[in-house]
């Protein structure tokens, strides 16, 4: 079992639609991360959280500890949101989930 | 400010062949992170330097694979003798500090094709 789980692996929506993509780890972490891949291959860091919520924008990103789980959401959903997101965890060596495909038609 | 860079963008080699990649930080930061991202596949975690500490080897998949860095700047991965499944993207990624607390910045990647 990878230390890393997202799901879903695909994920098509119709613009303004809102997005949930989940992610469950395994191993102790100080933080988890949110990272979005652009189709040109750019990564961004979305989000960094050790506890609770933020939100920026449209984006909102939610973390359980105890649970091992965080879910990333997206709210009115555009076709530029399409990318691929991907949860990290861990320290200084950060294991990575293997992404989510996100494909949003106009 | 400027971002990570990462030179060179892409790099087509024979088999057999040594290759250096280099990445500039972003200037103050002190933690500097090598990632590589075989196609269709995630990110996996290589090497890591914080500051002037010993680097954190544990990712490199074969004594193929080296890494230095000169103080908090520049960085270099030298892959060795070359091998088709080196193929890849080679991403580098700085931040203030290590440890999984602090965002991290990734530069554009290197797409290494050994043939």
């Known amino acids: 079992k990878n230390e890393v789980e997202q799901s879903p692996q695909n994920l098509t929506a119709q613009e303004g639609e809102f997005i949930t993509i989940n992610c469950s780890y395994s191993?102790?972490?100080?933080?988890l991360h949110w990272l979005q891949q652009h189709p040109g291959g750019g990564i961004v860091s979305l989000f960094m959280?050790?506890?609770g919520k933020k939100k920026h924008g449209r984006l909102i990103a939610t973390i359980n500890i105890q649970e091992k789980h965080s879910s990333l959401h997206i709210t009115a959903s555009h076709p530029r949101d399409s990318a691929v997101y991907i949860c990290?965890?861990?320290?200084?060596?950060?294991?990575f989930g293997a992404g989510t495909r996100l494909t949003v038609k106009p | 400010g400027a971002g990570v860079s990462q030179s060179p963008s892409n790099k087509v080699t024979e088999k057999g062949k040594d290759v250096e990649l280099r990445c500039d930080p972003i200037?103050?930061?002190?933690?500097l992170y090598w990632y590589r991202q075989r196609l269709g596949q995630g990110l996996e975690f290589l090497i890591y330097?914080?500051?002037?500490?010993?680097?954190?080897k544990s990712g490199l998949p074969s004594d193929r694979f080296s890494a230095e860095r000169t103080g908090e700047s520049v960085s270099t991965l030298t892959i060795q003798r070359t091998q088709q499944e080196d193929s890849a993207v080679y991403l580098c990624?700085?931040?203030?500090?290590?440890?999984?607390?602090?965002?991290?910045?990734f530069g554009p990647g290197t797409r290494l094709t050994v043939t």
């Open positions: 330097f914080q500051g002037n500490s010993a680097p954190d």
């Open positions: 200037s103050g930061h002190t933690a």
């Open positions: 191993v102790g972490i100080s933080a």
């Open positions: 990290a965890v861990g320290n200084n060596d950060m294991r």
């Open positions: 959280l050790s506890s």
């Open positions: 990624a700085s931040s203030y500090r290590s440890g999984g607390s602090y965002e991290q910045y």
